[in-house]
């Protein structure tokens, strides 16, 4: 007997291949922020943000292994979104060829995560910040049987949460925080003690929306259940 958690992780992992497979880079929806004087804001600064880039590592789905989604909480020592909870990721630096370099070095400097341990997929479309980057997120899929160091400097913890809840958009929830004296619309995900928020959320919950428009709207014209 196929186990009901098992077939709903396997179905998230096949959705997220299958968008990338119909998605293309020239077409994508930049990523919105939740409120929309945040969206404003950003936009009103994009011709001075510096390119920066994320990895979303993505864990294989096996039989007795629910596909995860690795996340890292970033150190309370840094300058910025000390002890918030991120995708791996950073600037882009001259060295690097594009944001696929960009997001495979950093990743690999946070975490230890080899480029070679990882197959790009796609991407997503791009998520202005008003704190002054201009972030492209890239989509990776990995082993399940990885082990990762966490950089000292940047990263305090390194943990996993499962796709099927990451894909999940009745997970999320909405809340506020105070950004330029004013209180802000921003998205959550809860994960045991984790609390995911504010880009790192916003990310997730586009590609939630992605997959579920995209892939959704296959299956009904194709008549796929």
């Excluded at 989509?139 to 990885?146: A, D, M, P, Q, R």
Aim: aromatic share 6%.
């Amino acid at each position: 007997m196929v186990n009901k958690d098992e077939t709903t992780s396997a179905s998230g992992y096949e959705s997220l291949l299958k968008y990338f497979s119909l998605s293309e880079s020239s077409t994508l929806e930049p990523i919105a922020h939740l409120d929309e004087e945040i969206n404003e804001i950003a936009r009103e600064s994009e011709h001075t943000l510096r390119r920066a880039a994320v990895l979303l590592p993505i864990t294989r789905h096996q039989a007795d292994y629910e596909s995860r989604l690795v996340l890292t909480v970033r150190s309370e020592n840094l300058n910025s979104h000390a002890g918030q909870i991120s995708l791996p990721g950073g600037t882009q630096e001259q060295q690097d060829q594009d944001e696929v370099a960009t997001a495979l070095r950093e990743t690999e400097e946070e975490i230890g995560l080899q480029a070679h341990h990882v197959e790009v997929i796609g991407r997503l479309g791009d998520l202005p910040l008003p704190s002054g980057f201009h972030v492209t997120p890239i989509v990776g899929v990995i082993e399940s049987n990885l082990s990762f160091t966490p950089s000292p400097v940047e990263v305090a913890d390194i943990f996993q949460v499962p796709l099927k809840l990451v894909l999940d958009m009745t997970a999320y929830s909405h809340s506020t925080m105070t950004f330029n004296n004013k209180p802000r619309k921003i998205l959550e995900l809860h994960y045991e003690d984790y609390r995911i928020w504010g880009a790192t959320a916003a990310i997730l919950y586009h590609l939630a929306r992605e997959i579920s428009n995209t892939v959704g709207d296959v299956k009904a014209s194709t008549g796929e259940s």
